[in-house]
């Protein structure tokens, strides 16, 4: 990693203990609602331990804030699109593509080439995934199942359960994923109203 990605990373503990003594919240209810442990949650805080993907995202989401704005990731040199990359520390790449806190936000990852035979880290926390792979083989681990999905192919899933997602030893892998609270979930359209042209029928994503 470069010197501006170490100083971003190395920013998010101070930020991550600003935002929970504002809400004036205990690392213990927090451990409980994201599903990260209190000896990790006070490390990160202290800098000690740098964030991976599956400890920014129930934080983000418990504090109603994007990724980019909790990190505070440096811009991208294009002001038209700005989506202000984050690099983390395991090689990922999350490109945030919404703006506004709460709600379904969206999201790019890049994940490195894996390892077949890498052991899954598993967490679990409030909230819904709707992830759709753009290139590449991702592997998710759902719970007792372990999948592999192609480009092409989306899943969807209550967070609560205990999940996983990594690359192969295929090679990188890109998706998107909607993320979005307890109860929000997507569903796909494809039917069409009276007022639609049957050629040009929706089968967009949205959320419930």
């Known amino acids: ?6 100083a971003t990373l190395d920013a998010v503990g101070p930020r991550l203990k600003h935002l929970r003594l504002r809400r004036d919240v205990t690392l213990t209810r927090l451990a409980a609602e994201t599903g990260i442990s209190t000896s990790t949650l006070s490390r990160l805080e202290a800098g000690l331990r740098r964030p991976t993907l599956e400890q920014l995202l129930p934080l983000a989401r418990y504090y109603g ?13 294009d002001p038209r699109v700005d989506l202000r990359p984050l690099s983390c520390s395991d090689g990922s790449i999350i490109i945030p593509l919404t703006r506004r806190p709460g709600g379904v936000q969206a999201y790019k ?7 077949d035979d890498a052991v899954p880290d598993l967490r679990s926390h409030e909230g819904h995934d709707w992830a759709y792979v753009l290139n590449g083989t991702l592997r998710l681990v759902l719970g007792d199942h372990d999948l592999l999905l192609h480009a ?3 899943v969807e899933f209550d967070t609560r359960t205990p999940h996983w997602f ?3 030893g295929a090679g990188p892998v890109e998706y998107l994923s909607l993320i979005g609270r307890q109860g929000e979930r997507t569903h796909i359209r494809a039917t069409t109203t009276p007022h639609e042209n049957p ?7 949205v959320a419930e």
């Open 1 to 6: 990693m470069d010197r501006t990605t170490d």
């Open 65 to 77: 804030v994007t990724i980019d704005s909790l990190v505070d990731a440096p811009r991208t040199a």
């Open 109 to 115: 990852f890049v994940l490195p080439t894996g390892r």
């Open 152 to 154: 092409g192919e989306a």
């Open 166 to 168: 990594g690359a192969t």
């Open 199 to 205: 050629h040009t029928r929706s089968h967009g994503a």
